[in-house]
């Protein structure tokens, strides 16, 4: 399964109606989201004047409701129920109306596990982002598509499009879609029932990686991806249209810069997937750094350049661990101690040399290096090479 993403070319009275049916779609989360909402409320209430059995999971602690087995909230398939006949009224495809009840759903169950935060109503401010097709949308020809209840609109020519989604041998492969409105224009995905781009293996090396922001990301070898910066070679333009309240024209920039990052991210895992068969990365936490460096971490895009090595390494058959990044600039990778700058006023100190053992060290290929160690199981323990030379000497 892959994702497409292609540009539709729609008129005026085209984009009116699309966006009456995103006014239906926020009517819609909202109503769902309203009935977990409501049974949330009435489950805690109802706890609070029962105790919690002693069988309970958690009885004793006061978040005992979290741990029960189950669920809160209606299934999604009552509320489907709910809306039979609803979109034939409202002349909206049946079939998103229950998507936007199973996004409802699955927000509102990775909330429950902790795995995300509380989902919010839509409106104003919080708009709905993307309308769910589950079945329906078909290719015609290369410039055109047929999505249901809506009819045939034009979009971008893409040249591989008519292969990937089965329409030389007459087999629809689309298996699902979503629209999305952006500042740039209408964008449909589609989820096609084909195989993935393969990766092209060159080398089986194994390398450690250390995502940085000076120089993108430094390799073990001692090779240095540069950082092409499109953040601050568009900072400038964003910065004007942002005070000249050209809210057309923001979103435009900010589009073409999350593209160009999304390209050059693509590019480089795909390139370090293709030469190495075991990565090990260097994590660090992105939120943290952010607070301190928004910028830089903006610029960089170090999460979607992770996933994206995650999933090409999978696809590829590679292997792909992210390990700690604790103390890896200030260990040395040759004899372990922590003799290497740290600090914020440490960051200026590109280059190093080691107190212990008197190597010299490059700060981001000692970070990678330490990445490699770790990743392997072998990294040198503090003092373990004065050790040797003191027994070498006696």
């Known amino acids: 399964m892959i994702a497409r993403r292609v540009k539709l070319r729609l008129n005026q009275a085209e984009e009116a109606r699309l966006e009456a049916w995103f ?119 290369a410039k055109h598509l047929r999505i249901p209840s809506f009819g045939v609109v034009r979009l971008h020519d893409q040249k591989d499009l008519p292969a990937l989604c089965g329409l030389e041998v007459g087999v629809n492969r689309i298996k699902c879609a979503r629209l999305m409105r952006v500042r740039r224009g209408w964008y449909l995905t589609l989820f096609i029932d084909a195989p993935p781009r393969t990766v092209t293996v060159v080398d089986h090396a194994v390398v450690g990686v250390d995502l940085g922001y000076s120089t993108l990301a430094m390799l073990s070898s001692g090779e240095k991806i540069p950082h092409p910066r499109e953040y601050q070679r568009a900072e400038r333009r964003i910065g004007q249209a942002a005070r000249g309240l050209n809210l057309a024209l923001l979103g435009a920039l900010q589009q073409r810069l999350a593209n160009a990052r999304r390209h050059r991210n693509h590019e480089i895992s795909r390139d370090l997937v293709a030469r190495h068969a075991t990565i090990y990365l260097s994590k660090d936490n992105l939120k943290g750094l952010q607070r301190t460096f928004g910028k830089s971490v903006l610029s960089a895009g170090h999460g979607e350049l992770r996933g994206m090595l995650a999933s090409k390494s999978r696809q590829a058959g590679r292997v792909y661990v992210e390990v700690s990044s604790k103390q890896s600039t200030r260990r040395c990778h040759c004899c372990g101690a922590l003799s290497g700058p740290h600090g914020v006023a440490g960051l200026s100190v590109r280059v190093w040399e080691c107190v212990a053992c008197g190597a010299r060290h490059d700060r981001d290929v000692n970070a990678a290096c330490n990445a490699l160690l770790t990743g392997i199981g072998s990294m040198p323990q503090p003092g373990a090479v004065l050790a040797l030379e003191t027994a070498g000497n006696g």
């Open 23 to 141: 006014a239906v779609g926020t009517g819609v989360w909202n109503w769902a989201f309203g009935h977990y909402l409501r049974a949330d409320r009435d489950w805690v209430r109802g706890c609070r004047l029962t105790p919690p059995p002693a069988w309970a999971p958690g009885a004793k602690s006061p978040q005992w409701v979290q741990a029960m087995p189950g669920g809160v909230g209606p299934s999604a398939f009552a509320l489907h129920a709910q809306l039979n006949g609803v979109g034939a009224r409202l002349g909206v495809n049946q079939h998103f109306l229950r998507g936007l009840v199973d996004d409802v759903a699955g927000a509102w169950a990775d909330y429950r596990a902790g795995e995300k935060g509380r989902p919010k109503r839509k409106g104003q401010r919080n708009r709905l982002f993307s309308l769910p097709f589950k079945s329906g949308v078909k290719l015609l020809d």
